[in-house]
């Protein structure tokens, strides 16, 4: 159900989106930060797994305006390159457990021969005590079962960490106040031997003063890994607030000697709680903070800092930053990328997608995403978005460099009939070449506009130019010419961008229009984007792009673009790829606007060939 009201979160963004903006209005096309990873819900407990060339999130998730550790379900995020983090939604919540009431706190995903098993503490219904239970599915994103229909261990704690040995032994690590292991059996859903109590001693977990019943600094989030032969065991410190401190061990059961502190207390929230991988030669470093606005110690983001290992192995200081890793690598744009994949989604929200994962929604005016390292190559020539709206529809900006940064191209969505009512959107795209941060602008009336499901560019030439002469009739006639004796005129009282556009009068067929010759722009076998708005000067005629093709003394006619109804009221976009090729020598290519039926004037504008 999509809400009539902004949420306070979203409210907060929005109001933090103008915060930020306005640097970008003194200096055009910002970079912008990364972190927090995601800005869509409130997220908490990082739980990163690298697996088949992606890093897997796992996340819990803060309820909006939570005043406690309110939890009811947790989250899947990936990317193949830090920077891009695709958002896979909710696949296990409180449900998955029939036993389990409340509490969806910090859990941990370990795979083992093909399979994923997802730990996490939740309040046991019959104790009303906090329980582990194990969840197991058969891809990374889940669908995830119970894999017991009970707790795996209920001694009333919590965060839960699975490492598993060289040797193939795994352990379950868990506890606070204290900490403890037991042994997984190969199944990942039992084990052998009694929970053990890991011994907190000052040498091995550091010192806390003024709390007799906590003598050592170890709070709770165990993260225990293997690194050159040492174990380590990264943990949340003292409370509250807490830092980020770890210990190492020559052996997975111990002995334990603290090292010291890895993040000092930062961030906004009193809690923290860390997930430590290595991932394409890089070591990144999880972890939560109140970053986002709204943010506090019940409303936490996670976010990831890159760092590299000492040479002895300890790990150094590392501070929360807005900016994030380094992206490891670039993002093709040329193959379909999902609209929830993103480096930043500023103001928006995502939801199930009735054609399978995940779409972003309750899109309103002046919000965008922002996808990062966008390799564009040699050029674009066209957008191709897939979208749905149970509105009137809207626009999506393809800008570079910032949300405010160079327009490379402007895709006209309709209203489709229903928010999962989808369609595809193509425009043309200009100038969009290189490496360069994508953002993807929505624009439109009050309310929701859209929902967008995927995207791909198409392939252009370096000039990703416009084939097309004065395309935007800001020149007047010049470069058009009219068919069949009707005539043209530059009409100063419509437009619709600039200040003018092109009016086609005093047609005696359908087939007269505004018209181009474009015979030696053209490649055989090329694929063009045509892209006109298009309004009538009477009536309700059905207009659409054609172009004539002649050679070797045949004619053949290409419809660029569908037919669309046009009205007196507003501008319709015509928009298509088509691919264009002949037989023998080309001899003539015309590009003209045409109506299906009738000889209602036209006015036409901003358009593009390409
Ligand atoms: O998210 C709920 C609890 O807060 C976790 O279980 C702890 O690690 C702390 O982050």
């Given at each position: 159900m999509r809400p009539a009201l902004l949420t306070a979160r979203r409210k907060a963004l929005v109001a933090w989106s103008v915060i930020l903006l306005l640097p970008a209005l003194l200096f055009p096309s910002p970079a912008r930060a990364d972190n927090p990873i995601v800005q869509t819900i409130y997220t908490a407990d990082p739980a990163p797994l690298v697996h088949n060339g992606r890093v897997y999130l796992y996340t819990g998730h803060d309820e909006d305006g939570s005043t406690y550790f309110t939890m009811r379900d947790w989250h899947v995020y990936s990317s193949a390159d830090m920077a891009n983090w695709t958002d896979h939604g909710s696949p296990m919540s409180l449900s998955t457990f029939a036993w389990a009431d409340a509490n969806a706190w910090a859990g941990h995903v370990a795979s083992r021969n093909g399979r994923f098993y997802w730990y996490v503490p939740v309040r046991d219904r019959a104790s009303g005590s906090m329980a582990i239970g194990?969840?197991?599915?058969?891809?990374?994103?889940?669908?995830?079962?119970?894999?017991?229909?009970?707790?795996?261990?209920?001694?009333?704690?919590?965060?839960?960490?699975?490492?598993?040995?060289?040797?193939?032994?795994?352990?379950?690590?868990?506890?606070?106040?204290?900490?403890?292991?037991?042994?997984?059996?190969?199944?990942?859903?039992?084990?052998?031997?009694?929970?053990?109590?890991i011994p907190l001693t000052t040498a091995g977990y550091g010192t806390r003063t003024g709390n007799a019943s906590r003598p050592t600094l170890y709070e709770e989030a165990p993260w225990v890994y293997k690194r050159n032969g040492l174990y380590y065991n990264v943990f949340a410190a003292e409370c509250c607030s807490e830092f980020i401190a770890y210990s190492t061990a020559p052996s997975a059961t111990g002995p334990w000697t603290y090292r010291g502190t890895i993040m000092p207390r930062q961030g906004g929230s009193f809690t923290n709680h860390a997930g430590v991988v290595d991932f394409n030669g890089g070591s990144y470093f999880f972890y939560h903070n109140g970053a986002l606005p709204g943010g506090g110690g019940?409303?936490?983001?996670v976010a990831v800092e890159k760092f590299t290992y000492n040479a002895d192995g300890t790990i150094p200081t590392i501070n929360m930053t807005t900016a994030g890793p380094p992206q490891v690598g670039t993002l093709n744009p040329f193959v379909r990328q999902e609209a929830e994949t993103s480096a930043w989604a500023q103001g928006v929200e995502t939801e199930p997608a009735s054609e399978g994962g995940m779409n972003v929604g309750f899109i309103e005016n002046g919000d965008y995403l922002k996808v990062k390292g966008v390799a564009f190559g040699t050029g674009a020539s066209s957008f191709t978005a897939r979208v749905a709206s149970g509105s009137g529809g809207g626009t999506i900006e393809v800008r570079l460099g910032g949300p405010t940064g160079t327009l490379a191209g402007t895709c006209?969505?309709?209203?489709?009939?229903?928010?999962?009512?989808?369609?595809?959107?193509?425009?043309p795209v200009n100038g969009a070449t290189g490496?360069?941060?994508?953002?993807?602008?929505?624009?439109?009336?009050?309310?929701?506009?859209?929902?967008?499901?995927?995207?791909?560019?198409?392939?252009?030439?370096?000039?990703?130019?416009?084939?097309?002469?004065?395309?935007?009739?800001?020149?007047?006639?010049t470069g058009w010419t009219a068919s069949g004796g009707s005539t043209l005129s530059s009409a100063t009282n419509l437009a619709y961008a600039g200040s003018r556009s092109?009016?086609?009068?005093?047609?005696?067929?359908?087939?007269?229009?505004?018209?181009?010759?474009?015979?030696?722009?053209?490649?055989?076998?090329?694929?063009?984007t045509t892209s006109v708005w298009v309004r009538s000067q009477s009536g309700t005629p059905s207009a659409k792009a054609t172009l004539a093709v002649t050679a070797n003394g045949t004619t053949n006619y290409f419809q660029l673009t569908p037919a669309r109804t046009v009205n007196t009221g507003g501008?319709?976009?015509?928009?298509?790829?088509?691919?264009?090729?002949?037989?023998?020598?080309?001899?003539?290519?015309?590009?003209?606007?045409e109506t299906a039926t009738g000889t209602d004037g036209l006015y036409i504008d901003d358009a593009s060939f390409q």
């Open positions: 194990v969840a197991v599915g058969d891809s990374p994103t889940g669908p995830f079962r119970d894999a017991i229909g009970r707790p795996l261990v209920n001694n009333g704690e919590i965060d839960p960490n699975v490492f598993i040995d060289d040797n193939g032994q795994a352990y379950l690590y868990w506890g606070n106040p204290r900490l403890w292991y037991v042994r997984l059996n190969t199944d990942m859903i039992s084990y052998s031997g009694s929970p053990t109590q019940f409303t936490r983001s006209s969505v309709p209203g489709t009939g229903g928010w999962q009512s989808w369609t595809t959107v193509t425009c490496t360069r941060d994508l953002y993807l602008r929505f624009a439109g009336g009050s309310g929701y506009l859209l929902n967008f499901n995927w995207w791909q560019f198409a392939q252009g030439g370096s000039s990703g130019g416009n084939l097309l002469t004065n395309g935007g009739m800001e020149n007047g006639t092109l009016l086609n009068s005093g047609r005696t067929a359908a087939w007269n229009g505004p018209n181009q010759n474009v015979t030696s722009s053209l490649t055989n076998g090329r694929s063009y501008w319709t976009q015509l928009t298509g790829t088509t691919t264009v090729s002949w037989t023998g020598t080309l001899t003539n290519a015309s590009f003209y606007v």
